[in-house]
């Protein structure tokens, strides 16, 4: 059965291109992104790892690790890497897990038999600290995922973890977020000044950043 939200993302021991990695003691107390990838030397995944690469400044100000993974060797990653490097014009840091034996790719549902064969489709997991998975997305192997939007879902996520609001449709960071149903009006008012009331169940505030 696949992982579902509120799961307890699934420990793991595995090689990867910064050394052997116990999963939850590496990203012990941070957010983490799992992705993975089909295999090395491919194109759309070239383009993907090296978006990853190029926004380290953004995981590392909300807090969050990434980490790869697809069913090749460590040896192959060490290889496609330089690539990955030239093409997107940065430098790959973060770890990409060697998994030719398919034990994590199981573990975590990235392997898609329908889709055509045995290689991990574009599986997106955003685990919390308390190793609690948050979100999900799953991309069919020809189309390549769009990190800004899950870097503006984990501003979400992270948002509403410190305040208990909901975020509307195409939200982005610095816009106003929804009260929910369990908060009366005066009670929004009280706690964040004004309120937009649209409908009496569709209300907008502003909420301070950081």
Request: proline share 7%; with cysteine.
């Given at each position: 059965?696949?992982?579902?939200?509120?799961?307890?993302?699934?420990?793991?021991?595995?090689?990867?291109?910064?050394?052997?990695?116990?999963?939850?003691?590496?990203?012990?107390?941070?957010?983490?992104?799992?992705?993975?990838?089909?295999?090395?030397?491919?194109?759309?995944?070239?383009?993907?790892?090296?978006?990853?690469?190029?926004?380290?400044?953004?995981?590392?100000?909300?807090?969050?690790?990434?980490?790869?993974?697809?069913?090749?060797?460590?040896?192959?990653?060490?290889?496609?890497?330089?690539?990955?490097?030239?093409?997107?014009?940065?430098?790959?840091?973060?770890?990409?897990?060697?998994d030719p034996d398919k034990t994590v790719?199981?573990?975590?549902?990235?392997?898609?038999?329908?889709?055509?064969?045995?290689?991990?489709?574009?599986?997106?997991?955003?685990?919390?600290?308390?190793?609690?998975?948050?979100?999900?997305?799953?991309?069919?192997?020809?189309v390549g995922r769009n990190f800004d939007?899950?870097?503006?879902?984990?501003?979400?996520?992270?948002?509403?973890?410190?305040?208990?609001?909901?975020?509307?449709?195409?939200?982005?960071?610095?816009?106003?977020?929804?009260?929910?149903?369990?908060?009366?009006?005066?009670?929004?008012?009280?706690?964040?000044?004004?309120?937009?009331?649209?409908?009496?169940?569709?209300?907008?505030?502003?909420?301070?950043?950081?």
């Open positions: 059965m696949a992982l579902q939200l509120g799961d307890t993302a699934p420990d793991f021991q595995a090689d990867t291109t910064a050394g052997p990695i116990e999963f939850r003691e590496w990203k012990k107390g941070s957010w983490a992104v799992l992705f993975s990838h089909p295999a090395d030397f491919t194109p759309v995944c070239t383009t993907e790892l090296g978006r990853v690469a190029q926004l380290r400044d953004e995981w590392a100000a909300r807090g969050t690790k990434t980490i790869a993974l697809s069913v090749d060797s460590v040896a192959d990653h060490a290889k496609w890497v330089p690539d990955i490097n030239e093409v997107s014009d940065t430098t790959v840091e973060y770890p990409i897990i060697a790719a199981q573990l975590y549902g990235m392997i898609h038999p329908n889709e055509g064969d045995t290689s991990s489709v574009r599986v997106v997991y955003i685990i919390d600290p308390a190793d609690k998975v948050r979100l999900t997305l799953t991309y069919p192997k020809s939007e899950i870097l503006r879902a984990l501003d979400a996520l992270q948002l509403t973890d410190r305040v208990a609001v909901s975020t509307p449709v195409d939200w982005r960071a610095g816009d106003r977020v929804i009260v929910p149903p369990t908060v009366s009006t005066e009670d929004a008012r009280g706690k964040f000044g004004e309120v937009d009331e649209v409908r009496p169940y569709l209300r907008f505030v502003q909420v301070p950043q950081g």
